[in-house]
Every structure is written in structure tokens, then in C-alpha cells.
């Protein structure tokens, strides 16, 4: 028992010496219940809802100030013409919008009821749901205390209404998602073992005395994947659209722009990990869960950005697959134009070159 004691007390020596170990021990889990009990829910809170009060009457008043009360949305009153209120959307400044229309009290008061339109934006389609659902049981609850208290019978009717998305088609905002997913796990996997191999192999040695210089060999290791990443994108492109039913309303090469620029970060993130590591096992677990679960949690496609604490909101920034979704999304289903979509082009090109500045600084021309 002396001597399993002495062998327990050096692994546990060897085990708090290792800062790898502790990080996958408690790091990890650590974050993981954070990411998870704060940062993830299904839920709709303070979403941008944009309210036109065409009516000024008691009781659109009243029902706007049940409206502010709730948790679910964040209300912006303004005045502006309905023509416009589609460009609120298409800047991404809002996700539903309520209008009421001229003599709203007077049509309950002489035929008791009255409508309302509700905009939502399906392009997100679940949040668009349960957005049209919150307001349709606020507007329900309003009309059981007139029916109570002051006009018996009196019907409130939403007219509800899905931009981008009539049939609330569920599969167009994942698509766009997903893409962005497989092409960061595919292009960052493969291209993360493009140096780190050559070092296993032992042929490191070869490229180091070519007359290659480092920028030379880097963009010959990222080249190949690139065209095989825009032959992959195509694939899923004609899947997308001929299959699933995802339409592409925009710009097919500014489409394809954006996407190369998403390819060419993603290259860039696994030659920087590629030349962070020794192996091609620690390079390929980097690349696989390391990139899988920021673009999972922080894209948007599944989880609100706008539900999460402000932290997580600035720290999804950093994620490249959220400005690429955000980009594609207004492209393909608003069918918008680069003027839209022009701080997702800067964003990406700053990520690509840095990372690539990166890679060139990590890249040792001398083996140790």
C-alpha cells in the first residue's frame, strides 16, 4: 500500500504540472456550463420589434403599453412610412414590426373588431414564430379584458405576415447555417495537417532547403483545398436549391465572393493551427471540436445571439461563420445587395489577412 501510495501521489504530481491536462479537467467543463446555462436558450428575449401607431386612440395605447411591458421584445415606437418599414428589415434593425391602422379604437367601440398587421422576418423562421406567437397571445389577453370589462364581444384580429418566407419553410434558415458549419470544420480539418504532416513524415526537411520562401510553400499547402472547397461549395449550393427548396434571391457571384472569402479564412485558421502543432491527431482535435462548437453556439442559425448576455454577443464577433451566415442569409433569402453586406466583406478580408500574417509568423524555417 506504501508503494501504490508514493505512485498515486507522483501522478497527481505529474497531473498539476501538466496546464494541458488542468485545461481539459476543469477548463473545459467550466466553460461549457457557462456557455450552456447562459448563453443557450431557445427562448425569444428583447427582440427589435417595431411599432407603428397609426392610430393614437386609448385603446392602441393601452395595448402598445402591454406590448412594452413583456420581456420578449424591445419596442421601438416611430412613425414612417409603410414603404419603408421593409428596409428596416432588410438592415437587419428588426425582427417583427406591429401597425396599427387608423380608427382602431373606433372599430371596436361600433363593430367591435379590429385588426393589426404583424411583420415578422422569416428568413429566421423560428424566431419569427414565436415572436408572431407572443404578440397573438398579448393581443388575446387584451381582448379577454375587453370582453370582461368594457366590450363584451369585441374581437382584436392580427393579420400576420412572414417576409422572405410565406410557407415559413424551417430548412431556409439552417441551410444557410450549415454551410457555414461544414465549411469551416471541412476547410480548417484538411488544411490543419497541410504542414504538421510533412513534419511526421520527415519531409519538412525538403521543403525547407527549396527555393520556395514560407509564403510560397503556405499558399501551395492552401491552394489545392481552396478549389476543392468552391467545387464542395457548388455541390451544396445545388442541393440547397434544387432539393431544398432554398432560394437564391441575390447575387450569384457576390454569393460566390463572400463564400471564397469564408473558404480563404477558414484555409487561413488551419495553416495557423497546422503550424501550432506536432501532430496530426492535436491538429485535426483542434480543428474538429475547437472550431465545431464556437460556430454551432455563436453563428446564430440555432441559438439568438440576441438572447445571450452582452459578453457572448461581442465574443461571437470573433467567429467567422456568424458574418459569413449573416452575409449569405441576406443574400440568398433577401436577396440584398453589397451594400448590405459590405461590413461582412471587410470583416472577413481583415480575419483572412491576419490569420495569414499569423501562419507566415509561425512558420519555422528551422527544424528543432
Not at 414564430?129 to 379584458?145: A, F, G, N, R, V
Request: aromatic fraction near 10%; glycine fraction near 4%.
Amino acid at each position: 500500500m506504501k508503494n501504490l501510495l508514493v505512485f498515486i501521489k507522483k501522478e497527481f504530481y505529474h497531473v498539476f504540472r501538466d496546464k494541458r491536462t488542468l485545461v481539459v479537467m476543469f477548463g473545459i467543463p467550466l466553460m461549457q456550463i457557462i456557455l450552456f446555462g447562459f448563453a443557450l436558450t431557445s427562448e425569444v428575449k428583447n427582440a427589435d420589434v417595431l411599432l407603428i401607431d397609426n392610430a393614437r386612440d386609448v385603446h392602441a395605447q393601452k395595448l402598445t403599453n402591454k406590448y412594452k411591458a413583456s420581456t420578449y421584445f424591445s419596442i421601438e415606437e416611430k412613425q414612417i412610412p409603410y414603404n419603408k418599414i421593409e428596409e428596416e428589415f432588410q438592415k437587419g434593425n428588426i425582427k417583427a414590426a406591429i401597425i396599427f391602422p387608423p380608427n382602431f379604437s373606433n372599430d371596436l367601440m361600433r363593430s367591435k373588431q379590429a385588426s393589426l398587421q404583424v411583420l415578422a422576418d422569416g428568413s429566421e423562421p423560428n424566431i419569427a414564430k414565436m415572436l408572431i406567437q407572443y404578440i397573438s397571445s398579448i393581443t388575446l389577453d387584451y381582448q379577454q379584458q375587453l370582453n370582461e370589462n368594457i366590450l363584451p364581444g369585441s374581437i382584436i384580429i392580427p393579420e400576420m405576415r412572414m417576409l422572405y418566407n410565406e410557407e415559413g419553410n424551417g430548412s431556409i434558415n439552417f441551410v444557410p447555417g450549415v454551410m457555414a458549419l461544414i465549411l469551416m470544420i471541412v476547410c480548417t480539418a484538411l488544411t490543419s495537417v497541410a504542414v504538421v504532416r510533412e513534419k511526421e513524415l520527415g519531409t519538412m526537411e525538403i521543403l525547407l532547403v527549396s527555393p520556395f520562401k514560407p509564403t510560397m510553400v503556405l499558399v501551395a499547402k492552401a491552394l489545392p483545398y481552396l478549389i476543392l472547397s468552391l467545387m464542395n461549395l457548388v455541390l451544396i449550393l445545388l442541393l440547397s436549391v434544387y432539393v431544398m427548396n432554398v432560394p437564391m434571391l441575390g447575387s450569384i457571384v457576390l454569393f460566390f465572393f463572400i463564400s471564397l472569402l469564408f473558404i480563404s479564412t477558414c484555409l487561413a485558421i488551419g495553416l495557423v493551427i497546422s503550424n501550432s502543432t506536432n501532430s496530426q491527431q492535436v491538429a485535426l482535435l483542434i480543428s474538429m471540436i475547437g472550431m465545431m462548437l464556437p460556430t454551432i453556439i455563436f453563428t446564430g442559425f440555432i441559438f439568438p445571439l440576441e438572447n445571450m448576455p452582452v459578453f457572448f454577443q461581442w465574443l461571437s464577433n470573433i467567429v467567422p461563420a456568424k458574418w459569413y451566415y449573416t452575409g449569405v442569409k441576406s443574400i440568398m433569402l433577401k436577396g440584398l445587395g453589397i451594400e448590405y453586406v459590405w461590413k461582412e466583406i471587410v470583416v472577413l478580408t481583415g480575419m483572412t489577412l491576419l490569420l495569414l500574417l499569423v501562419a507566415v509568423r509561425k512558420f519555422k524555417i528551422r527544424l528543432d
